[in-house]
Antibody, heavy 122, light 111 residues
Framework: EVQLLESGGGLVQPGGSLRLSCAAS????????MSWVRQAPGEGLEWVSA????????YYADSVKGRFTISRDNSKNTLYLQMNSLRAEDTAVYYC???????????????WGQGTLVTVSS | QSALTQPASVSGSPGQSITISCTGT?????????VSWYQQHPGKAPKFMIY???KRPSGVSNRFSGSKSGNTASLTISGLQAEDEADYYC???????????FGGGTKLTVL
């Protein structure tokens, strides 16, 4: 059974940093690209960042580029999101999601974790 | 403001059919056959319902169907059931620089 378990969320002051983790199990982690998707309270979903299975390619939404860094440790089956220079508008539940790939093309996000809440406030 | 436009809410009675639209641009929905749909119940993670505009992952009821025409994608739910009451989000690939874009979500109420 595929499982994704996020951790690392919490309350942080504006300008602060936080590192989120996503522990994966039930599938060959290194064979799948992964993404982070966030959801502000009462709002919709927003794609944040993605990383290829090997970790060699990374992608970011404009809203976080230069502040967030996605990475992975395939030996530990774990995905990370390092968040720096946090702003109030980064307050959200952060989900990790496995990318569903068919014929070398990502067609969506087929498994999601339960999310971890990040609150940026003084 | 979300990149893709969805109606804020739709409603229907049990047994009826409803359709949720998702309007993008020629840079996302119109350019790629990579529209997906997600169902989200309150306090839960999103669930993968449709991919490539009209295909269902294994285990998703055939009451859910998708389509796309030009810059607009649609999700249709037939034979509405109480458990279908949830928020629904569309998503499209928007190229290597923008990545993935979501709609603002549609709240489905089963009357």
């Amino acid at each position: 059974e595929v499982q994704l378990l996020e951790s690392g969320g919490g309350l942080v002051q504006p300008g602060g940093s936080l590192r989120l983790s996503c522990a994966a199990s039930g599938f060959t982690f290194g064979s799948y690209a992964m993404s982070w998707v966030r959801q502000a309270p009462g709002e919709g979903l927003e794609w944040v960042s993605a990383i290829s299975g090997s970790g060699g390619n990374t992608y970011y939404a404009d809203s976080v580029k230069g502040r967030f860094t996605i990475s992975r440790d395939n030996s530990k089956n774990t995905l990370y999101l390092q968040m720096n220079s946090l702003r109030a508008e980064d307050t959200a539940v952060y989900y990790c999601a496995r990318e569903c790939r068919l014929a070398s093309t990502t067609v969506g996000f087929d498994y999601w974790g339960q999310g971890t809440l990040v609150t940026v406030s003084s | 403001q979300s990149a893709l436009t969805q109606p804020a809410s739709v409603s229907g009675s049990p047994g009826q059919s409803i359709t949720i639209s998702c309007t993008g641009t020629s840079s996302d929905v119109g350019s790629y056959n990579l529209v997906s749909w997600y169902q989200q119940h309150p306090g839960k993670a999103p669930k993968f319902m449709i991919y490539e505009g009209s295909k269902r992952p294994s285990g998703v009821s055939n009451r859910f169907s998708g389509s796309k025409s030009g810059n607009t994608a649609s999700l249709t739910i037939s034979g509405l059931q109480a458990e279908d009451e949830a928020d629904y989000y569309c998503c499209s690939y928007a190229g290597s620089t923008k990545g993935w874009v979501f709609g603002g979500g549609t709240k489905l109420t089963v009357l």
